[in-house]
Each structure stands twice: as structure tokens, then as C-alpha cells.
């Protein structure tokens, strides 16, 4: 279904809103006589390659609207003719679906009963000068940008000539800065002289294009021209860094996402009731799984079942977290280093159960459209959804946490628990269940963790294994018992990561961020955001 | 000797245990034939020579975890130092007997295009330069890693991650291909040791002789440490670290002196491990093998040196006829084992004692 939805979108967008919305069905259903666009159309299956450029002038002329979309398939060797009856197919070239051109329904048709319509460059040339041409004078904004940027830096005397007529018209402020970047460079191929005006507007660009086109002047022109292209090259450089620096940042912050949503269940159990967990990958394993799972009960609703794995994750993991309490660490309060040992015990049956279940393969987990494409922010900047959808929601996750500690009952009696535990009893609070309590809840959160890291690798039953040190590093570096140390610091080595990645590599920056923390270790013992106060020493 | 051992019968035991094997094994292997009923093959010897190394290694643990108290996650780092300095000995002595058949440069170095050996596999030609090394890396490493921690005071879960943490980040370098250390694949394929054929049968009893040595001298070595004054000052610390400094002890310096020992121990065990299993990869780092090496020390008790070795032969034997019988239970059995041990046996299969004993 999405995969569908995805092809109809990008490839018979067009096609699918304009056939169906604008052409009468009684006229798509007998079609004869009474359609001379389509019978002028048929006659390119017969036409020599000279004769169909003819054809497609002549079919430019029409203002039908299904016109562009025709020269499109052309363009891309989509556009197939039946040999039987010579009717006009369209073949999907990933998908090799063959529809009828003129009524947009599926046709069983064998490979040897159908013909391309070919193309040669010349024809191909004319396609898109004559595709961005009727482009450029659509009623709708974006098709217009897109089409100007289309022929960026591929731009010839007509088409630039049909720009100096249209830019005049243009209202679309975006669209009309781009025509006269198109304009811009006509100048700079055929006029010696150019003011200085034009450099300003051309430094302000991020198009590649307009890198190249100075980076060409540059070499050709007298040296005064050229120091002054020199100058606008140097300000586009500079931009271009600035962004390049932007998107490191994203890159950090999606990782430090990623980090901060597997370590601050551990900021809980571990921070909050100094329980080392060292099964806590496995219950991000667990929440992963559990993502798997319902995928495979409704796959035809990727994006509910997404949604709804969330909640179920949590009280997956959750549950697993109340089990391992009940049964092993409430043995062992008091004596960190056994209940280090007992749960990696945990974390190695956990393992072994789940590649038993599942097998040791690993499974992937389909993620929703809503999650893929990017947002361009401008030509060198572009933003995955993904990581965006990430981001938003480890902030909308430690926000709900923070909310859970800071203003409901549970909260208010960890923290007392936590930071006094003889003295909560004494008031009256249930210690033992605000242990189980907050060990499912900082389960829960891995689990959650889960279904976010589902989206972004393979499940695996070493999924959780991978993160396990990491999270731990994070919480240390943040300060045990603090949740916006955790998110702190996973913001900051995600972020400190992604800078030191482009010329250490991926690996070396890993371990370069695990000497770091070694070493700061050293200095600050507990941490970036240290608890302060008695409980210090408790 | 036996006042070092004087009320230790464990050790006495051990001794005893070890000893014999060192006489029937080399006898059982060489001088019987095939078809003799008290027949040793060299997988037995092999696999038994392999188990005094993880002794060993187990015995270096427990000096800083039973008597100490600092539960390292990353002995595992110093074992596979001290392996992979031995393993660079056996890779230049491979020679030009080479896949590439190039008499400078190891195979993988060759595959890599690399035209000159790096400057730190120098001297690794010389059989003495390379023990120098095994004892010294590892050494090294020990000593400025617990300069630092011990001495801004980072203790017990904190150490524990950082330990973690070093044989992590160790792992992640090993396993880079421009580290100079075969990468992925580790250093394998030795010819031989000492001018003496890694294959043959004799070898293999000699590294074997040697792992018993070995074995023994660390635990002598250990027990003279254990009941020494700095022993005692060492318990000490791990009992009530705050009182021995304000006693005037330097918590820093005991701490610094036994993790460093331990440090070179598990690098001598990685040493004499290497020749016998015939390659060393990185992933002897991984974070995993450290912590299995904590539950060998775990389940065989605490504190008590003989444990230590008792809990590496158990479950490693344990290991090797569950993977060989059905593989998929062993990571079951394992996980049961710490949770168990810690539940349930505290003290270790050392600390067992007959109900009716016990009561007194």
C-alpha cells in the first residue's frame, strides 16, 4: 500500500489528478473520433524517429492537459504501443506494471506484445526544452520553480529568451530571483562587462550551478571581472560552510536523539535507583521486537501500527522490567556490582530467547511515508524526516518523563526515595513498590527507545548489545541522577561526534569520544550536572 | 613455597592437581601410543593448556576484585594485549613462508599495499623484545589508566563502566584496518615459535609445561602478595577505603601497584594463550569476554585465589561440552549461571559447604 501510494505520488502525479479530474469519463471510454488529442498522439507509434519530432511540436501546440505527463513518458521511455491494436501503454520502469495511457487502468500484456515508442537526444532535447517551456507558464508557483531550476546551468538561447519574456509576469518572488539567476548567466557568457550588482545577486545563490558557472568565468574573464567573480565564489563558499556546519549539527542532534532515548530509561534505573542494568540494551531490543511484531499483524497500516507499537513497547518492557525486579534485583539493593552480574545474566537469556523466537536473523521493520522524503530548507541543506521525526520525538519523550518525575505522585516519591530511602519509609511511602514502579517505568522508556532505533537499523538480537555502553557513557557523562544531564550530554556527544566524524572517520570518533569520557571522568567524577546535597554521599 | 600455601588447601590441592597433570600429560601424549587406554591427544592438551591460560587470567581478576575490590570489565583488554604482542613475535617469525611470500612484511600488511613496516612492530623479530612487550603494554596501559581513575577517586560502578568503556574503545581501534594489527581477522597462521614447529605435538606439551609454570609461579606470586602487608592494607581498602586513607595509607598507590600486577598477569596468560589456540582477533576485547571472566571468578568464589581457577576450568569446561552438544542452550546456561551464582552462591563453589558443616 505505501509502496503504491509512494509511485502514484512521484511518478503519475500529474497524470492520476489531471486524467481523472479534467477529462470527462464518457470521452476516456469511447475513445475515437471524438478525442483528437489521443489520435494525434497514436500517430507517433507508426511515425520514423525525424517525423515523431514533428508530432510532438504539434502536439505542444495543444493546450490539452494531459500533454506534459504524455512528453514525460516519452522523455523517460515509459510510453509503450500495443502491436495488436496500437493503443498507447504506460510501463512503470521499477515496477513493470503496464497501464493503459488513455483510461489509466491496469493491461495484461505480454512483454513481446508491446513496443516502446523510441526517442533519440535530438527528440529527447526537444522533450525537455518543450516540457520546461510549458512548465514555466503553469498557473501553479512550485511547478514553475521547479521547471527554471531544471534548466539551470543546461539553459540555451530560446529557453532563455522565453524567460526574459515571462520574468516580467512572474509574480512568484522565489521564481522570479531564479529567472534572473538564468538571465545572469546569459550575461556572463556573451557581455565583457558586467556590474558589480550581478555578483551580489549571483554570491547570494547555493545553487551547484552557480558555482560552476563562476568557477568557469573565473578562468576566462579579464582579471578584473575575475577577482570580482572570485569574491562572489569566496561568499557562496563561506554560506555554503555555514550550512554545511547546520547540517552537522542536525546530524549530531538526530544522533544525540538517538543516544539520549537509550540512555535515559538508564538515567532512571541507574541514576534514580543506582541499579546497574545491564540487560537494559536487551529491553530496547525487546521494544524493537515488539515494533516487528505488530508491523506483521496489520501490514497494510505501517503508520498505525507504528503509532501503536509505541504504548505497547512500553508496557512490554515495562512488564519484562517488573518481572527482573521482582525476581532478581530486589534480592540485591545494596550490592551494585552483583546486580552488574545478574543482569547481564538477564540480558544474555533475553538474547538467546529472542534469536530462539525469532531466529538470529535480523528483521527489518518497514517505517512509514510520513517518516521518509526531506525537507529542503534551501539547495545545499536538506533535512531527512526521519531524523526529524527523532529528534521531535526524544524531546517529546524526555518532556513527558520530566512531567511523570517533576509533577506527578510516582515522581515525587522516587525522588524521595532516592534521595532518602530510611526517611521516605518512614513517611509512609511503599519503597518497595516505588522500586518495582520505577524499574518498569525506566523499562518502559527502553522499550520505547526501541520502537525509535526500529526505524533506524535492522532488529537484530544484538541491537541492544550495541547501544549498552553508550548509554552508559552517556548517563556518567551527564551526572547519575539527573535527567537533564542525560539529555544534556547525549545532545553533546552526538553533536561533538558528528564534528569529529568528517576527518577522523566513524570509528576513530567513537573511540576518541570514549577517551574523552574516560578522561573527563577524571576530572569531574560525577558528571557534567553533579548531584548536590546529601544524597550525594548516601 | 609452603609458607606460602601454610592454611591455604585450596592451593595445596591446586598444586597438587596441576602438578600431576604437568607429569601425566607430556607422558600420556608422547610416550603412549594412539590406541593406549590412558592415551592424551593433542586437542586434549591443547584445550588443557587453553584452561590454565583462562586460570591464569581468572587468578588476575580476582586479585583486584576479591582482594581489592575494584570489579574490572576490562581484564579482558590486558589478556588480549599481551596476546597480541605474542601474536606480532609469531607473525614475524612466519618469514617469507607468507601467502605473498614477502619476508618483511605480514600478509595482511602486503594485502593493505602497505611498502614499510610501521615503526611499533620493530623488535618484534627478537623473542625477548616481544615478552618485554607482553609484560609492558599491558604493564603501561594498567598503570596510567589506574593513575588516573584511582587517583581522582573513581570507585566500585563507576571504575566497573569506565573498564568497560577501555576494553570497548580498544576493541573499536583493533578492529580498524589502518591500526597496523590485521584488523578484522587478528594476527593467525603461525609457523612457529622459538625455531620449533607451532604444530607439532612437543610444542604443544611444551606451551602446555609452560602454562602450568606459569599458573603456578602467578599463583605463588599472588598469595605472597595476598599475605603480605600490602595484602592486608588491600583488603583493607576494599573493606573501608575512606578509613585507610585517614589512617594515612595511600589508597592510591596500593590500588595502583596490585591492578597493574594483575594488569601484566593477564597479559602473560594472553601471551601463552595466543600460540596454543593459533590466532588472536579483537574480538577478545569485546565487552562480553570480560564480563564471562568476572562470573568464572564469581562462581568459583571470591577472595580465595583457588576459586578463581576452580570457576575458570568449571565453566569453561562447562562451555566447551554445551557449544559442542547443543550451542543454542549455552548462552541460557550461562545467563542462569550469573544470576544463580549471584542469588544463590555469593561465596562461589569455594565458599560451598556441607549443610552439617556449615552450622558450626
Not at chain 1, 535492522?458 to 549498552?468: D, E
Not at chain 2, 570489565?73 to 601474536?87: E, P, R, T
Not at chain 2, 583493533?174 to 578484522?184: A, L, T
Not at chain 2, 597462521?189 to 609445561?209: P, V
Amino acid at each position: 500500500m505505501p509502496a503504491f501510494f509512494f509511485h502514484a505520488v512521484a511518478a503519475f502525479l500529474l497524470l492520476a489528478i489531471i486524467t481523472i479530474a479534467a477529462t470527462p469519463l464518457a470521452a476516456a471510454q469511447d475513445a475515437g473520433a471524438s478525442d483528437p488529442f489521443y489520435e494525434q498522439a497514436k500517430t507517433l507509434v507508426d511515425a520514423s524517429l525525424k517525423d515523431r519530432r514533428g508530432i510532438v511540436e504539434q502536439l505542444a501546440a495543444s493546450d490539452d492537459p494531459r500533454l506534459i505527463p504524455l512528453l514525460r513518458h516519452l522523455l523517460e521511455g515509459d510510453l509503450y504501443y500495443s502491436k495488436e491494436d496500437g493503443e498507447l501503454l504506460v510501463v512503470d520502469g521499477d515496477t513493470d506494471a503496464v497501464t493503459s495511457w488513455l483510461t489509466d487502468e491496469a493491461v495484461e500484456i505480454g512483454k513481446s506484445d508491446r513496443k516502446k515508442i523510441t526517442t533519440n537526444n535530438q527528440l529527447r532535447g526537444l522533450l525537455r526544452d518543450l516540457i520546461a517551456r510549458l512548465q514555466l507558464t503553469n498557473d501553479d508557483a512550485t511547478v514553475r520553480y521547479n521547471a527554471v531550476r531544471q534548466l539551470l546551468g543546461e539553459e540555451d538561447d530560446d529557453t532563455t529568451e522565453t524567460i526574459r519574456e515571462l520574468i516580467a509576469s512572474e509574480d512568484d518572488r522565489e521564481t522570479r530571483e531564479l529567472m534572473q539567476v538564468v538571465l545572469d548567466f546569459e550575461r556572463l557568457s556573451k557581455e565583457e562587462q558586467v556590474e558589480d550588482d550581478l555578483f551580489q545577486r549571483l554570491s547570494r545563490r547555493l545553487e551547484p550551478e552557480v558555482k560552476n558557472k563562476l568557477t568557469a568565468y573565473a578562468e576566462s574573464a579579464s582579471p578584473a571581472m575575475a577577482s570580482n567573480a572570485a569574491d562572489a565564489l569566496e561568499k557562496i563558499d563561506a554560506r555554503v560552510r555555514f550550512y554545511g556546519h547546520i547540517e552537522t549539527i542536525f546530524f549530531g542532534l538526530s544522533l544525540g536523539s538517538v543516544l539520549v532515548l537509550a540512555a535515559i530509561g538508564l538515567a532512571i534505573t541507574f541514576g534514580v535507583m543506582g541499579v546497574i542494568n545491564m540487560a537494559h540494551g536487551e529491553l530496547i531490543m525487546l521494544g524493537a521486537y515488539t515494533t516487528w511484531v505488530i508491523q506483521q499483524w496489520m501490514p497494510s497500516n505501517v503508520g498505525a501500527a507504528l503509532l501503536l507499537s509505541i504504548p505497547a513497547a512500553f508496557l512490554v518492557a515495562g512488564f519484562v522490567g517488573v518481572l527482573i525486579e521482582r525476581l532478581v534485583i530486589r534480592y540485591l539493593y545494596g550490592r551494585p556490582l552483583e546486580t552488574l552480574l545478574a543482569t547481564f545474566g538477564i540480558s544474555l537469556i533475553l538474547q538467546q530467547a529472542v534469536r530462539t523466537i525469532f531466529s538470529p536473523l535480523n528483521r527489518s521493520v518497514v517505517s512509514p511515508s510520513w517518516m521518509s522524503g526531506t525537507l529542503e530548507i534551501n539547495s545545499v541543506l536538506a533535512l531527512t524526516n526521519n531524523r526529524l521525526v527523532i529528534i521531535g520525538f526524544c524531546l517529546a519523550v524526555f518532556a513527558l518523563l520530566s512531567l511523570v518525575m517533576q509533577r506527578t505522585r510516582l515522581g515525587l516519591e522516587v525522588r524521595a526515595v532516592s534521595q532518602n530511602r530510611p526517611m521516605a519509609r518512614a513517611m509512609g511511602i511503599r519503597s518497595e513498590r516505588v522500586d518495582m514502579l520505577t524499574f518498569g517505568l525506566g523499562s518502559g522508556v527502553a522499550g520505547i527507545a526501541g520502537v525509535a532505533l526500529s526505524q533506524l537499523t535492522n532488529v537484530g538480537p544484538n541491537l541492544g548489545q550495541g547501544y549498552i555502553i553508550d548509554s552508559f557513557m552517556v548517563v556518567v557523562f551527564g551526572g547519575v541522577g539527573n535527567l537533564w544531564g542525560t539529555l544534556v550530554s547525549g545532545f553533546t556527544l552526538g553533536i561533538a561526534n558528528k564534528f569529529l566524524e568528517p576527518w577522523s572517520g566513524s570509528v576513530l570518533a567513537k573511540i576518541l569520544i570514549l577517551v574523552f569520557i574516560i578522561l573527563f571522568i577524571q576530572k569531574r567524577p560525577r558528571g557534567l550536572f553533579p548531584q548536590k546535597g546529601r544524597a550525594v554521599e548516601a | 613455597m609452603t609458607s606460602l600455601l601454610r592454611g591455604d588447601r585450596g592451593g595445596w590441592i591446586l598444586f597438587a592437581l596441576v602438578i600431576l597433570l604437568m607429569v601425566y600429560i607430556p607422558i600420556g601424549n608422547l610416550a603412549l601410543s594412539a590406541d593406549h587406554p590412558l592415551y592424551v591427544s593433542t586437542y586434549t592438551v591443547t584445550l588443557l593448556g587453553k584452561y590454565l591460560c583462562f586460570a591464569l587470567l581468572a587468578l588476575s581478576l580476582d586479585l583486584v576484585w576479591g582482594y581489592l575490590g575494584i570489579l574490572s570489565l576490562g581484564h579482558g583488554a590486558f589478556f588480549a594485549l599481551g596476546g597480541y604482542a605474542m601474536g606480532m613475535y609469531l607473525m614475524r617469525q612466519i618469514g617469507d613462508r607468507g601467502v605473498y611470500g614477502n619476508p618483511e612484511l605480514p600478509d595482511f600488511m602486503v594485502f593493505l599495499n602497505w611498502d614499510a613496516l610501521p615503526w611499533y612492530w620493530y623488535g618484534f623479530d627478537q623473542f625477548w623484545f616481544a615478552m618485554l612487550m607482553v609484560v609492558l603494554v599491558p604493564g603501561v596501559l594498567a598503570f596510567v589508566f589506574g593513575a588516573l581513575a584511582f587517583r581522582s577517586r573513581v570507585t566500585g560502578v563507576y571504575l566497573s563502566i569506565m573498564t568497560q568503556a577501555l576494553t570497548y574503545a580498544l576493541m573499536l581501534a583493533f578492529f580498524r584496518n589502518e591500526m597496523g594489527f590485521g584488523g578484522n581477522n587478528g594476527l593467525t597462521d603461525f609457523k612457529d615459535i622459538l625455531g620449533f614447529d607451532i604444530q607439532a605435538d612437543s610444542t604443544r606439551i611444551g606451551l602446555f609445561l609452560a602454562s602450568g609454570f606459569a599458573l603456578l609461579a602467578g599463583y605463588l606470586a599472588c598469595r605472597s602478595i595476598v599475605t603480605s602487608r600490602l595484602g592486608r592494607v588491600a583488603v583493607a581498602v576494599r573493606d573501608g577505603e575512606d578509613r585507610v586513607r585517614f589512617l594515612g595509607y595511600s589508597v592510591t598507590k596500593v590500588k595502583l601497584a596490585i591492578f597493574t600486577f594483575s594488569a601484566v598477569l593477564a597479559g602473560i596468560a594472553g601471551a601463552l594463550y595466543v600460540p596454543q589456540v593459533g590466532i588472536i582477533n579483537p574480538g577478545e576485547f569485546t565487552p562480553v569476554k570480560s564480563i564471562e571472566l568476572v562470573v568464572w571468578v564469581a562462581l568459583g568464589g571470591r577472595a580465595t585465589l583457588y576459586g578463581a581457577v576452580l570457576g575458570a576450568v568449571t565453566v569453561n569446561y562447562l562451555k566447551t561440552e554445551f557449544t559442542g552438544l547443543m550451542p543454542e542452550a549455552w548462552l541460557f546456561a550461562l545467563g542462569a549461571l550469573f544470576v544463580l551464582v549471584t542469588l544463590f552462591f555469593p561465596r562461589g563453589l569455594a565458599g560451598f559447604r556441607l549443610p552439617w558443616k556449615s552450622a558450626k
